[in-house]
């Protein structure tokens, strides 16, 4: 018998087929045992009707703990009714052989489960309909990314994982000893790699696991997360944010054509994505501060006047980029920020040294930042005071200050965060459930 995946199976209405997989949920009614069963493709309603079957057979059907694997053949009839994903199918079951029994006391047993016994569990808690959308969601964003990149000019470049020096803080690094070298750091970005390598090859990227030390605990900060970022050359600030916003449009367009049986699933609203069109709004660093004044002298709640406290020079916090961002219906790019608060190769704005030629991609309904990038700075002897003052080891650095003297352009680039992009396109409050196996400051297990 043909074996196929749940996924396809509008394509065989009528005909007899079979499936492999594993049993996610068993209801009984007299005569009838239902099974949803999920393949990895898809999840769907297999029937049993005790006068098809044996009695022997019947039986075995009706008492199949959740979670073992099955092998079932039947035919598939249309149904609207018919639960699964992607729905609207059943299969009348003709025969049915187990692989594994499963346990009876399986820990993610159908039924509320708290946040940390999900998280401790959650080698299992990717099997359910949720999670599986979510990290299906998570493969096309990655697909999109990859393809719209690799489409338009851009190389891919490896950059290290174990680098020497701090580029995005000092206080986010992971350590480890090097060999007779002294410490080695997990990379937080590959950026300053992918600087030598656009006067190669002109337009690049890195695509990988990136490590930050974050003490935050917020919805947002992973310590071990996947970014991309592109660099180009002979690129300035807006012409930057037009790949971004170019980029941003093709991932959605994706996901939206090829995941919206995922995106129901999660009851995601399509509408707020399908606005996701190019040109994104773009406003400066002091138009968005403001405005968030703006917000506050009308908000009336004391808390939330408090947390909308905001001076020129500040970073934006979660509430911030909230509440500004539900002023838009497509992702905000937020430009020129602060030079305190921003890393130490952004070029300055001209004639502006206290701002400097950053720019945020805020995404819409309170989803947050899920772009950063910059114009790059130019001046060897500026850059060199930048890593001074941001206590940066001098030494780490000559091949990236040799960058300026042999053939120096303006140059760009962004990194995106493919955790928080996952989280805004889902819907998902937290991003720990938008990666299979979530790092946090609290959390290496499982
Ligand atoms: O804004 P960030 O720190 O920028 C950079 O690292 C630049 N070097 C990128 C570049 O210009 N090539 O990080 C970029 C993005 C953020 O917008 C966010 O989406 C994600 O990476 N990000 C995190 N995601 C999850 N957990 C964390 N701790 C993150 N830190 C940054
Ligand atoms: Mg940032």
């Known amino acids: 018998m043909k074996i196929i995946s749940v996924n396809d199976i509008a394509e065989y209405d009528g005909e007899e087929v079979s499936i492999q997989g594993w049993v996610y949920k068993r209801t009984g009614k007299g005569k009838l045992a239902f099974l949803l069963v999920r ?31 099955v092998v079932i053949t039947g035919t598939v009839r249309a149904d609207k009714r018919a639960p699964g994903l992607p729905g609207g199918y059943e299969i009348g ?24 016994f999900a998280l401790d569990n959650r080698h299992f808690w990717i099997r359910m309909p949720s999670q599986w959308a979510i990290l299906r969601i998570r493969a096309t964003v990655i697909s999109a990314i990859r393809e719209w990149l690799d489409t338009n000019g851009y190389i891919l470049m490896d950059t290290p994982i174990l680098t020497p020096a701090a580029a995005e803080g000092t206080t986010t690094l992971f350590e480890t000893e090097y060999f007779d070298e002294g410490k080695a750091y997990l990379a937080q970005t590959g950026q300053l790699y992918n600087e030598a390598n656009i006067f190669a090859f002109g337009k690049v990227y890195c695509f990988g696991p990136t490590f930050r030390a974050e003490k935050s605990k917020t919805r947002r900060h992973l310590t071990e997360f996947w970014m991309v970022e592109p660099e180009v050359a002979f690129c300035d600030l807006d012409q930057l944010m037009e790949i971004e916003e170019q980029f941003v449009t093709h991932i959605v367009k994706r996901v939206l054509k090829e995941r919206r049986v995922e995106l129901e699933s999660l009851g995601r609203d399509l509408s707020a994505l399908e606005q996701v069109d190019v040109p994104f709004p773009r406003i400066s660093y002091d138009k968005a501060v403001e405005m968030i004044k703006e917000i506050q002298a009308e908000t009336e709640d004391p808390e939330e006047k408090a ?27 937020v430009y020129g920020y602060p030079t305190q608060v921003k890393a130490f190769y952004m070029e300055p704005m001209p004639g502006r040294p206290e701002a ?24 060897p002897d500026l850059l060199l005071q930048r ?15 040799q960058l300026r003297q042999f053939g120096s352009v303006p140059h760009s680039g962004f990194g995106m965060g493919v955790e928080r992009t996952v989280a805004w396109l889902c819907g998902t409050d937290h991003i720990r459930e938008t990666i299979p196996f979530p790092r946090t400051i609290k959390r290496v297990y499982p």
């Open 356 to 379: 400097c030629k950053s720019v945020d991609l805020l995404a819409p309904e309170g989803y947050g930042e899920i772009t950063g990038g910059s114009e790059r700075m130019s001046d």
């Open 39 to 69: 393949d990895g493709s898809g999840f769907v309603q297999c029937v049993a009707f005790n006068g098809d079957l044996s009695e022997e057979l019947f039986e075995t059907i009706s008492h199949i703990p959740q979670e073992s694997s």
């Open 387 to 401: 890593i001074h003052e941001h206590g940066l080891p001098e030494e780490s650095f000559k091949w990236y200050l």
């Open 307 to 333: 947390l909308l406290d905001i001076e020129w020079g500040m970073d934006f916090g979660a509430r911030h980029e909230t509440v500004l961002t539900k002023k838009f219906d497509k992702p905000l790019f």
């Open 93 to 116: 079951i003709s025969a049915f052989s187990v692989i594994q029994a499963a346990n009876e006391d399986y820990p993610m047993a159908l039924k509320e489960h708290g946040a940390d």
